[in-house]
């Protein structure tokens, strides 16, 4: 069956980038979307098809492909992105999550 | 506005069956595919499937092809999910979402989820 890989876990520092990869066979073929979940709240969607940004959600928000891969680029990192982070896209058997990214802001 | 609200938290024990529901509002319901997803305790998203109120055209994971059964009543905007027998591993979290206009897509309005506790 279909898998997306993500990183278990990123770490960073107030103010500083980060980036979430989620790879991928089908990526090159299809659309990727981008999750947020906080603790004990529904996920909400900060990316879809692959770059577009959802009205309300920041600008520091922002996704790109290439490849196989596709990455999610939080620019000034806030205490409030700390989340945990799921891609989701599809192959011809059915979509799928990826694992999940745990981001920690220290 | 958008909303898709579920039914209330479930406790069963193994071998009841279980139908939890999710209400869409504020958009046309018949033309946006909505979806399931479960979470199961600290653990991360599974997509389960997805049906088209429309049609009823459903579609499902292979991993819960035959596990569960996804239904949909369009005359009051309500999708379905559904179990007949529980095993204690159906234990989790499960949510709905719209899930993209007239074919899958993003899921851009989530229910606030559905815990069921499966527990002898």
């Known amino acids: 069956s279909y898998e997306l890989t993500q990183p278990p876990s990123v770490s960073v520092s107030p103010g500083q980038t980060a980036r979430i990869t989620c790879s991928g066979d089908a990526l090159p073929n299809q659309y990727a979307y981008w999750y947020q979940q906080k603790p004990g709240q529904a996920p909400v969607v900060v990316i879809y098809k692959d770059s577009e940004r959802p009205s309300g959600i920041p600008e520091r928000f922002s996704g790109s492909s290439s490849g196989t891969t596709v990455t999610l680029t939080i620019s000034g990192v806030q205490a409030e992105d700390e989340a945990d982070y799921y891609c989701?896209?599809?192959?011809?058997?059915?979509?799928?999550f990826g694992g999940g990214t745990k981001l920690t802001v220290l | 506005e958008v909303q898709m609200v579920q039914s209330g938290a479930e406790v069963k024990k193994p071998g009841e069956s279980l139908k939890i529901s999710c209400k869409g509002s504020?958009?046309?319901?018949?033309?946006?595919?909505i979806g399931w997803v479960r979470q199961m305790p600290g653990k991360g998203l599974e997509w389960m499937g997805i049906?088209?109120?429309?049609?009823?055209?459903?579609r499902y994971s292979p991993s819960f092809q035959g596990q569960v059964t996804i239904s949909v009543d369009k005359s009051i905007t309500t999708a379905y999910l559904q179990w007949s027998s529980l095993k204690a591993s159906d234990t989790a979290m499960y949510y709905c979402?719209?899930?993209?206009?007239?074919?899958?897509?993003?899921?851009?309005?989530w229910g606030q989820g559905t815990t069921v506790t499966v527990s002898s």
């Open positions: 989701q896209s599809a192959d011809s058997s059915g979509t799928v």
């Open positions: 049906i088209y109120p429309g049609d009823s055209d459903t």
């Open positions: 504020g958009y046309s319901f018949i033309r946006y595919w």
């Open positions: 979402a719209r899930a993209g206009y007239n074919s899958p897509g993003v899921m851009d309005v």
